[in-house]
Structure formats: C-alpha cells, structure tokens
C-alpha cells in the first residue's frame, strides 16, 4: 500500500520549475508548466502566419495536423 512511493522522483524532472514530473503532464509538473513552455514554444520557434488563405470559394485549406490526445 505505498501508494505514494509509486511516483519515482528521480527520473525527470520538469524542465520549467524543475519539480518531479507527473505521468499526467509530462515531461512537465503541472498543465502551469505545461502552458509555459507551450508559450515559449509558440512565441519564439514555432512561427505561424497569423492570416489565412481565403480564397474566392471561401475554401480553407484542411489542417492535417497530428491531434496528439493521450
Ligand atoms: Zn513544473
């Protein structure tokens, strides 16, 4: 019944607060830190254009991108 000793601490840590990271979350403590790096990520190597194609037809083009839910 050593319910807490299941989380092993010393196998990462996240790299934001440098807290042991939660099977949750990971490779992050927390959805906080989660937002954090996904900010960093988004405003500084990820660059989007910030206006759509629209065309005549009023087409949008599908977004093929990976939904990664797990
Ligand atoms: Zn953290």
Same mark, same amino acid.
């Given at each position: 019944?050593? &319910?807490?000793? #299941?989380? *092993?601490?010393? @196998?990462? +840590? ?6 042991? +990271?939660? &099977? %949750? ?6 959805k #906080?830190? %989660? =937002?954090?790096? $996904?900010?960093?990520? $988004?405003?500084? +190597?990820? *660059? +989007?254009? %910030?206006? !759509?194609? !629209? =065309? !005549?037809?009023? &087409?949008?083009? @599908?977004?093929?991108? *990976?939904? !990664? &839910?797990?």
């Open positions: 019944m050593n &319910e807490i000793d #299941r989380k *092993t601490p010393s @196998a990462r +840590v996240c790299p934001i607060c440098g807290k042991p +990271v939660d &099977e %949750a979350f990971k490779p992050f403590c927390s #906080r830190c %989660a =937002d954090i790096d $996904l900010n960093r990520w $988004l405003s500084g +190597v990820y *660059t +989007v254009p %910030a206006k !759509e194609d !629209e =065309d !005549e037809d009023g &087409e949008r083009p @599908a977004q093929d991108g *990976t939904d !990664e &839910e797990s």
